[in-house]
């Protein structure tokens, strides 16, 4: 089955730099993968989703890069701020139509003001 | 638009009982999954109705869950007996496109 590893599981970034969070996955190529962000007591809510043929996909201070060879896709946030505090998680299908999702265990990101 | 609801938000049980878990998903999502997030350990996926039918349920861990989802709106998850090991956060999500996956709070399970 589908293993995911997200790079550490804390990150700590002082405000205004930049954060970069990473994603690897083994065995089958997915046909996309998104990143959510949680924050505590609430569920995951949907950021960002990049398809297998596409290298990289932006949204307002977000960039999500994904590359099928190295089976990685890197999460940044520019500009960062005590508000993007929160974990990330990584997941992935295994294809259109597919059933559920995989996850990894999440990067809690920390901004320092 | 309204989200995702779940309820209880909170559910502390004795080893053997029971419990029956609801969620509320987005009005229109035919797709409708339940995830469960196990202390340290990542949110796996449990099942996914589309409607009232169960498309895949290869993620329930045994069959004292059962879930249903009568009418194709609110389903519901129970638990008999529950044991210690299913201790843990449920999470519900709903989908229009079975793409973007819109999440519940969650229902945090004790099992004492």
């Known amino acids: 089955s589908q293993k995911i590893e997200q790079n550490s599981e804390a990150l700590n970034i002082q405000e205004g730099k930049t954060a970069t969070l990473t994603c690897n996955y083994t065995?089958?190529?997915?046909?996309?993968l998104q990143w959510y962000r949680q924050d505590p007591g609430r569920g995951p809510v949907f950021l960002l989703l990049?398809?297998?043929?596409?290298k990289e996909k932006r949204k307002e201070r977000l960039k999500v890069t994904f590359d099928t060879t190295l089976k990685q896709s890197l999460f940044h946030i520019t500009a960062s701020q005590p508000a993007d505090s929160a974990t990330y998680l990584c997941a992935l299908e295994e294809g259109e139509g597919a059933d559920g999702l995989t996850f990894g265990k999440g990067t809690h990101l920390i901004i320092q003001p | 638009e309204a989200g995702v609801t779940q309820f209880p938000s909170h559910s502390v049980i004795e080893k053997g009982q029971t419990v029956t878990l609801r969620c509320d998903p987005i009005s229109g999502h035919d797709n409708l999954y339940w995830y469960r997030r196990v202390m340290g350990k990542e949110i796996k996926f449990l099942l996914h109705f589309v409607k009232e039918s169960k498309q895949d349920e290869s993620g329930m861990p045994n069959n004292r869950f059962l879930a249903e989802r009568t009418g194709g709106t609110y389903s519901t998850l129970k638990v008999q007996p529950a044991e210690l090991e299913d201790s843990g956060v449920y999470f519900c999500a709903s989908s229009l496109d079975r793409i973007r996956q819109y999440f519940g709070p969650g229902t945090r399970l004790t099992v004492t």
């Open positions: 990049i398809r297998e043929n596409e």
């Open positions: 065995n089958y190529s997915p046909a996309y």
